[in-house]
């Protein structure tokens, strides 16, 4: 099981940027293959927002943040970023890192299903 420690959240004017962080630790020495961003918003449902891969190859995206939100990994694949540029109020949710073990094709199509979460960093974007 991974503990998942996010850091980065706050609030932000709109057209402004933020970058989560989310550090993994496990006595598993093999990272967690698939992890990423969900977030929500009161009201709403928790959605994925972005994942990526052990390998950092072929991430997914949701629309709605596509060209605007960048995932990565670092070099030790426990630890990934989210940098969001461009953000608006409707990005304003609580965020969400999320691990588990899938298949490359799955964490690259966001069709997977975390097993392990983060406890959550606020967003707000707001003037």
């Known amino acids: 099981e991974e503990q998942l420690v996010e850091s980065g959240g706050g609030l932000v004017q709109p057209g402004g940027s933020l970058r989560l962080s989310c550090a993994a630790s496990s006595i598993n020495l093999t990272p967690t293959y698939c992890m990423g961003w969900f977030r929500q918003a009161p009201g709403n449902e928790r959605d994925l927002v972005a994942s990526?891969?052990?390998?950092?190859?072929?991430?997914y995206y949701d629309d709605t943040v596509k060209g605007r939100f960048t995932i990565s990994r670092d070099k030790g694949a426990k630890t990934v970023f989210l940098e969001m540029n461009s953000l608006q109020p409707e990005d304003t949710a609580v965020y969400y890192c999320?691990?588990?073990?899938?298949?490359?094709?799955?964490?690259?199509?966001?069709?997977?299903?975390?097993?392990?979460w983060g406890q959550g960093t606020q967003v707000t974007v707001s003037s």
């Open positions: 999320a691990a588990a073990f899938y298949a490359r094709t799955a964490c690259s199509d966001g069709n997977w299903y975390p097993n392990d």
């Open positions: 990526i891969y052990i390998d950092g190859k072929d991430p």
